[in-house]
């Protein structure tokens, strides 16, 4: 395991991966640039905040079900901790890599500051496909990788959680791990965990009942219905399927495209989402749905809607797809899906969007209640889980909408500054020591 503190190799990165996608870590550098600008904070604050305060690189050796032995690289990226606790998820993907995973860090510092949660950023990731893995490999990478982070992570140092292609079974390894190791449980080490050891209700479909909320006080301020108001979805995994469901039951509005990594569907008068999860879970995919026109996974950005929800993966809006966005609205359930150049397309355009470190908080807001619960040993109900979400919800978009109004800037910029903000704060009083 090499430790890095403050490292100031940041990136050498150029600007785009090997799939033409702009890299990650340069994005986030840009918006935190932005965002500094903006303020007329201190470039000294720039230097202390474009640089992760550690950066955690494991080797993972594991024995495969063959009997033969793998080695997987993993990471944990603690971008800061003035406002608390280092906290942010775990990703199991092929494409995981550092400059990702720093990126996604740093999102996680201005998300919490957002919502206004007494915590820091942080981001892990491996570099594995656990498609092509038995869940006997999956657990024992994952409490590999439990033991190599476990000096850094705790319920007061780092606090881990889901993200893509982890779940609560992950999080229930990883807190198993920890509590060996301590010689007592811990629930309060992970989020995101079963009900059974303190999980906490409505956790699993917080990120979409958040994308939900935004987007209905969006809708609200550009003065459009609600019933019936189109949405397209790219991704049907935790959350775009959630967000699927809640936009439909809970707001009257129309579904009329989804799709995941082999393509999307997409119907005028809108889908029967019960229908879509059901067949999603029957034959891996939703394109396979009868009866529903055939649509491409990036096609379906453009689509005719008056809503879109990004729920996949980073780097989907871009420069060359921007101008063709049809939906007014945009909230974005994944994170990093829209990229600088993209963003200054739909703002001159005057498409609303609630950038992912607002849109996508619901998951982590509902963390921290699970976090409070754990500490206290109590268990919230449902309702009082999800009332205080969307109280958080309203009231961090509305932060965000007024700063937009105040200083004349797009949503994102907006919440990069109100979040920046409240993190220099408090790194200006609490000083530097020694
Ligand atoms: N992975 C989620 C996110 O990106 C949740 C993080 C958490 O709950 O700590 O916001």
Redesign the pocket.
């Known amino acids: 395991m090499s430790l890095r503190a403050n490292s100031s190799e940041a990136s050498s990165a150029s600007k785009r991966n090997a799939n033409g996608q702009e890299d990650p870590w340069e994005v986030a550098l840009t918006q935190l640039k932005k965002g500094i600008d903006a303020l007329g904070v201190s470039n000294e604050i720039y230097e202390m905040l474009s640089v992760p305060n550690r950066e955690v690189h494991v080797e993972l050796p594991v024995k495969m079900d063959n009997g033969k032995i793998k080695v997987f690289h993993g990471y944990r990226v603690q971008h800061n901790n003035a406002r608390g606790p280092y906290?942010?998820?775990?990703?199991f993907h092929p494409q995981v890599s550092i400059n990702e995973v720093k990126a996604?860090s740093m999102?996680?510092t201005w998300?919490t500051a957002v919502l206004d949660l007494p915590?820091g950023g942080a981001?892990g990731g491996i570099v594995c496909d656990p498609k092509s893995m038995s869940n006997v490999e999956i657990e024992s990478l994952t409490r590999r990788y439990a033991y190599a982070i476990s000096d850094i992570i705790g319920p007061y140092k780092d606090?881990?959680?889901?993200?893509?292609y982890t779940g609560p079974k992950n999080m229930a390894w990883i807190m198993d791990v920890y509590s060996i190791l301590n010689g007592h449980p811990e629930p309060a080490v992970i989020?995101?965990k079963p009900l059974e050891i303190g999980g906490s209700l409505g956790r699993s479909d917080s990120?979409s009942r958040g994308v939900a909320i935004v987007a209905a006080e969006a809708a609200k301020k550009l003065n459009i219905k609600l019933k019936d108001a189109r949405v397209a979805i790219q991704g049907f995994g935790n959350v775009g399927s959630n967000a699927a469901l809640i936009l439909r039951k809970d707001y009257g509005m129309k579904i009329v495209g989804v799709s995941d990594s082999k393509g999307g569907i997409y119907s005028r008068e809108g889908l029967d989402v019960d229908k879509v999860m059901k067949e999603k879970e029957r034959s891996g995919t939703v394109t396979s749905l009868a009866g529903a026109e055939k649509i491409s996974n990036e096609d379906i950005l453009t689509a005719d809607a008056d809503v879109l929800v990004p729920a996949a993966l980073e780097g989907v809006i871009t420069d060359r797809n921007a101008e063709k966005v049809r939906a007014k609205i945009i909230s974005e359930g994944a994170?990093g899906p829209t990229t600088p150049e993209a963003d200054r397309i739909l703002h001159e355009r005057g498409i609303l969007l609630v950038p992912d470190i607002l849109a996508?908080?619901g998951?982590?807001t509902?963390?921290?209640f699970e976090w409070v619960q754990g500490l206290q040993r109590l268990q919230w109900t449902e309702e009082e889980v999800n009332s205080r979400l969307a109280e958080k919800m309203v009231k961090s978009f509305n932060d965000v909408y007024e700063m937009r109004q105040s200083h004349k800037v797009d949503m994102r910029t907006a919440a990069d500054m109100l979040a920046i903000k409240r993190v220099s704060d408090v790194m200006v009083i609490r000083g530097i020591w020694p």
Do not use: E, F, H, Q
Request: charged share 20%.
């Open positions: 906290k942010g998820g775990i990703r996604l999102w996680m998300k915590y981001k606090i881990p959680a889901p993200d893509v989020t995101g990120t994170n996508n908080a998951g982590v509902v963390s921290y």
